[in-house]
């Protein structure tokens, strides 16, 4: 008995340290392409930068994000850059370089958390209705299309503005959940591609159950187009946060940079000689998002590679 034990365990046991040998040996070559990548790399600087920001927060900022100044007084309100405060005071005496600050956590938690959301809804219909295919595939890519026909901004402005007020994490819902269209369009276009390859066919010969092929062969294959484009959409849920923050439909005691510029422009801060209220939490956003999209287009040309041979 314990002989038999040992012939039934030994390949299973085999063929899990073969996987995980592939798996290793596939993470360390798109580490060193990585590495390689002037591209990826840039893109990865800057966003160790703005991590390091968000989490050393508590660390670097001299207030809180809704804290006002120590030396509040009448005059305190509406100030300029100055030697105490960098990026001047807003109308209720809160330090703006402290907001700017805590802002980053706000952009990075809504971008990661909503980006995430939608692949995870997208990627669930694309393998769903790529792999189904017939009728389930024809009803659902054209749900697809109804939603792809509204656009992204304007559906989720739409969303957000008939919920009213809503937290945070009703935020990070109103992105995800409506923009996980195109990702699904995208994995599903992968998943009809990979269904027609000789190991589907052969595991479907052999009789292995449907959930099984679509999790055991076609999700792990279609996995690095998944990850590409998660990256990328963080860049899209950033600025989505950003415009809703600018139309006053954020949770109003959350601190982001679209809500510092929406303030910056209702207090007239050009007029008032400080346009760094208006132009830093601007530049932020540009700088996060541009990391993010070149990180993402660079893993994306290195998971990819019929994108890299074009």
């Known amino acids: 008995m314990g002989v038999g034990e040992v012939v039934v365990r030994s390949p299973r046991i085999s063929v899990f340290r073969a996987s995980f040998i592939v798996g290793y040996k596939r993470f360390r070559e798109v580490g060193a392409q990585i590495y390689h990548s002037r591209t990826a790399m840039l893109g990865l600087s800057i966003l160790a930068f703005f991590t390091f920001i968000a989490v050393a927060a508590p660390w670097l900022a001299p207030y809180g994000p809704r804290e006002a100044v120590s030396d509040a007084h009448p005059y305190s309100f509406l100030q300029t850059p100055n030697s105490f405060h960098p990026l001047g005071t807003n109308y209720f005496s809160f330090d703006i370089y402290s907001q700017v600050i805590w802002g980053t956590q706000i952009s990075l938690i809504v971008g990661v958390a909503s980006a995430l959301v939608a692949s995870v809804v997208g990627t669930a219909v694309g393998l769903i209705s790529g792999f189904s295919g017939g009728w389930v595939d024809e009803v659902i890519m054209r ?47 992968q998943v009809l591609s990979i269904k027609e390859r000789i190991f589907v066919e052969r595991a479907r010969m052999i009789g292995t159950p449907s959930w099984r092929i679509l999790m055991r062969h076609i999700f792990p294959n279609a996995f690095p187009l998944v990850f590409a484009n998660t990256i990328l959409t963080v860049a899209v849920s950033i600025l989505s946060e950003s415009v809703l923050a600018f139309l006053s439909l954020s949770p109003p005691t959350t601190v982001s940079w679209g809500k510092i510029i929406s303030e910056a422009i209702d207090n007239n801060a050009l007029g008032i000689g400080n346009p760094a209220w208006l132009i830093v939490p601007g530049l932020c956003i540009v700088f996060l998002v541009f990391g993010f999209y070149l990180f993402g287009y660079a893993l994306d040309e290195i998971l990819n590679p019929r994108l890299r041979r074009r």
């Open 143 to 189: 749900f697809n299309d109804v939603v792809l026909s509204i656009p992204w901004l304007v559906l989720m402005i739409i969303v957000a503005a008939k919920l009213g007020i809503i937290d945070l994490t009703g935020i990070i819902l109103v992105i995800g959940l409506t923009g996980w269209s195109v990702t699904a369009r995208v994995i599903r276009s």
